[in-house]
């Protein structure tokens, strides 16, 4: 990836650790098992340079589309309708990063079909996190919905996609816009 901009870096502000921003209580903060080790899967993180689909690329479907575009709130609450096709993104101090959620992760005792946030990082810092998902109408779709890199301030998120513009991606739809 093209290194994050002085400005990026500067409308982020600090970096933060897993949970940082997370009200969830201390004993939810800490590592589960197969939380902090990404060795089993390095293959499958996919370091953005430029406008790159990830390995395992799998797209929504036109109508998984619709479902999303109509009515966001019920496609969320449904997390099977797109679970498999999920990708978890982070930007850290060094790059943005994706790998498809559906990624197995057999040090993961609790959820070992799926990798999460902290895989990508190695239970280390980022700036922010969250989901997308690749349509097959050119589009992609992102959120910051992450338990340990989310719940960004509005700056935080407007730099966020736009450090995905900068790198290639420029048909991003921002899901909460839809909500």
């Known amino acids: 990836m093209a290194d994050l901009t002085q400005a990026e870096k500067d409308l982020f502000g600090a970096i933060i650790k897993p949970f940082e921003r997370s009200d969830k209580s ?25 406008d790159g689909e990830p390995p395992q690329h799998i797209s929504l479907s036109q109508d998984e589309i619709i479902s ?20 978890l993104w982070v930007i850290d101090s060094s790059s943005l990063r994706i790998i ?15 990798v999460c946030h902290t895989n990508l990082t190695a239970w280390g810092e980022a700036y922010i996190g969250g989901e997308l998902l690749f349509g097959d109408d050119g589009n992609i779709y992102i959120n910051y919905f992450s338990d340990r890199y989310g719940n ?7 730099t966020a996609k736009q450090v995905f513009i900068r790198l290639g991606y420029q048909n991003l739809i921002d899901i909460l816009e839809l909500i």
């Open 26 to 50: 201390s004993d939810k903060k800490q590592p589960k098992d197969g939380e902090v080790e990404r060795d089993g899967f390095l293959q499958f993180i996919h370091t953005v340079d430029w």
């Open 68 to 87: 999303l575009t109509n009515d966001p709130l019920v496609f969320r609450a449904n997390r099977t309708l797109y679970r498999e096709k999920c990708f």
């Open 100 to 114: 498809r959620e559906k990624t197995r992760n057999e040090k993961r005792t609790h959820d070992s079909d799926f």
């Open 152 to 158: 960004p301030s509005a700056t935080q998120w407007e």
